[in-house]
Every structure is written in structure tokens, then in C-alpha cells.
């Protein structure tokens, strides 16, 4: 008994050290995205010369979709929702995510599921690193009985990779951008981790703000829509609220606005943020440079919100308790 119960403490041990060992070797990262090269002529092949048609949502008017993919990301970056999908009838796991102006698939994906790119080459900033990208579009984009024809897509040049402790656990297959989300009424439930589409209005009684959608210049001139609300942050404002459910971090506050807000001097700060009825409370938040104050998906789970819904199709926000 006494040995075994050493040997256990032991194997605790040096588990914990290897955990240790390689989080010191990550720069103390626990969960990083990074980006490894991919073959330039394997995505040159996928060119065509066939012109765009004109995208198309059929099918059923509302679907639930979701992903074993949410479960583990929720773990690390909460808020965060995937939706198994069917690229050209591939399958998939995207991440929801209101912050992309378009939907973003990895040359992995891109190559296996044939989707076809034009001719235009763009080049995005991650951090330090310029990473090339191929507009495109998807054929065939099926989210269980709802399928969207001739969706325009962006292709990464580079394999995005998660990691964990700095060793590489998943090749990142893609996100759901705002292209086709504008199209669509999106309900996030995080009571039970799944994602509800329709194609028609959402018929609620629930209490809603009005929910616009901001058009600024992106990504090589391209439009990038944003998902606006109006809010209160700390009894001021209004100001312009940014939903992005890509996101999981500390709201990000403007910095004109975080010096109106008497949290100078301070890095981070609790804050109050009322959307309509809607007050969240003590909610982390930090001084960053962005243009709108920007609230991530994780934001709305902390504060015990079952239902989180962007009707882009009315122009309405319903939050639930």
C-alpha cells in the first residue's frame, strides 16, 4: 500500500513538472494559435477562372447546429461556440464569429474540400507576422438542413495550429464570419451549448435593443460589418457597443473612452454595462486600441445569460436570463 501510494506521488510529480517544464518552454502561454506553412502550388491549383454566383440560403428555415468541438474550447476560451458543417460535402468545425467580415477556411481544408479561389491575393497582419490569404468562395455549405450555395470565403496562406503548452494539438479548420451571418438570425445557447440559425425573423417576446450593422473598410478595402449595439458603461454614454463572439477576453474599451470612464492610471477595472435592460456587473475590461467598446461572447456566459440572440434580419438583440 505504501508503495503504491509513493508511486502515485511520484507520477503526480513528475507530471506536474513536465506541465511545468512546458509551460516555461510555451513563454507561459497555456492556449496558443500559431501558424505553420502550407504548400503555395497545392493552393494555386484550387484558382478558377469561373465567375461568382450569386450566394443562396435554402433549405430549412431554422436549424440547431453544433459541435463535441464547443465542449473543449469552452474550457479554455469560454463563450466560444463551433458548428460542424459540410464544406462540398466535407466535414468541418467552424467557430462562430461576429468579429470575421467573412467566413475564413485553412489551406488544409481549403485543399481537401476543393473550394475554388479567384486571383485575388491579399496579406493580413497576425501580430509580427504577415500571413497570405486567396479570396475564394464555397460551392456547397451545408449547416445540417440549411445549405448556403456560392458563399464568398477567404483562404489562409498558413495552417493555423492550436497548441497546448506549446505542443500541437489541432489544425484550426476555420470560422463562420459575418458573411453569411448578416443573412440570418444567430441565437447562441449557452445553457446548451448549441447554435440556432434561421432565415426568418425571430419571433420573441423577450425585451430587445436595436441591433445595427456598421460598415467599415477591412482587410484589403473590404467591407467588414460589424454587429452594433448601443450601451452605458459606468452611468456614461451612450457609446457604441461591438458584439464579437469571436472573441474571449476582458471587454476592450477605446482609450478616449477609458479616460471619461475615472479609471485612469489603471490597466484594468471592473466595470457596469447596460445594454437596454441589461446590466452586466463587475465586468473585467481593459484599455485597448480599438474603435468601439468590444464585448465578447464570454462577456454574456459570465453573467449567467442562457440565450444570447443577434437578429440581424429585424435589427434586434435579445439577451435571457
Excluded at 63 to 69: A, T
Excluded at 118 to 134: C, D, F, M, N
Excluded at 154 to 167: H, T
Aim: with cysteine; aromatic share 8%.
Amino acid at each position: 500500500m505504501k508503495r503504491r501510494k509513493m508511486n502515485w506521488l511520484i507520477g503526480v510529480v513528475v507530471a506536474i513538472a513536465v506541465v511545468l517544464g512546458l509551460l516555461f518552454l510555451s513563454g507561459g502561454q497555456f492556449i496558443a494559435l500559431d501558424y505553420k506553412d502550407f504548400p503555395r502550388d497545392t493552393l494555386e491549383k484550387l484558382v478558377t477562372s469561373n465567375p461568382l454566383e450569386t450566394m443562396t440560403i435554402t433549405g430549412s428555415l431554422e436549424v440547431e447546429v453544433d459541435s463535441p468541438m464547443t465542449q473543449w474550447a469552452m474550457m479554455f476560451l469560454p463563450g466560444t461556440f463551433f458548428v460542424d458543417v459540410r464544406i462540398n460535402g466535407r466535414k468541418a468545425s467552424l467557430s462562430i464569429d461576429t468579429g470575421a467580415a467573412q467566413t475564413f477556411i485553412s489551406p488544409h481544408l481549403a485543399a481537401a474540400a476543393q473550394i475554388s479561389l479567384t486571383s485575388s491575393r491579399l496579406t493580413a497582419q497576425h501580430g509580427w507576422r504577415e500571413i497570405p490569404v486567396y479570396m475564394g468562395y464555397i460551392r456547397d455549405l451545408e449547416l445540417g438542413d440549411m445549405k448556403i450555395q456560392n458563399m464568398p470565403a477567404i483562404v489562409g496562406g498558413q495552417q493555423p495550429v492550436v497548441k497546448l503548452l506549446g505542443l500541437p494539438v489541432w489544425n484550426f479548420d476555420g470560422v463562420l464570419g459575418m458573411e453569411p451571418l448578416r443573412r440570418l438570425v444567430l441565437l447562441l445557447d449557452y445553457k446548451r451549448r448549441v447554435v440556432v440559425l434561421r432565415r426568418e425573423p425571430f419571433p420573441s417576446q423577450v425585451p430587445s435593443v436595436p441591433l445595427q450593422i456598421l460598415t467599415e473598410s477591412g482587410l484589403g478595402g473590404l467591407e467588414h460589418p460589424k454587429p452594433i449595439v448601443e450601451c452605458f458603461v459606468n452611468n456614461s454614454g451612450p457609446f457604441s457597443c461591438f458584439i464579437d463572439t469571436g472573441t474571449s477576453a476582458p471587454i476592450f474599451v477605446p482609450r478616449e473612452i477609458w479616460q471619461t470612464l475615472h479609471v485612469e492610471g489603471q490597466r484594468q477595472a471592473r466595470l457596469e454595462v447596460r445594454i437596454g435592460e441589461l446590466k452586466l456587473q463587475e465586468v473585467p475590461a481593459i484599455k485597448a486600441n480599438v474603435k468601439h467598446i468590444t464585448i465578447g461572447s464570454n462577456i454574456f456566459q459570465a453573467q449567467g445569460l442562457k440565450r444570447l440572440t443577434l437578429d440581424f434580419l429585424a435589427g434586434k438583440l435579445y439577451a435571457e436570463r
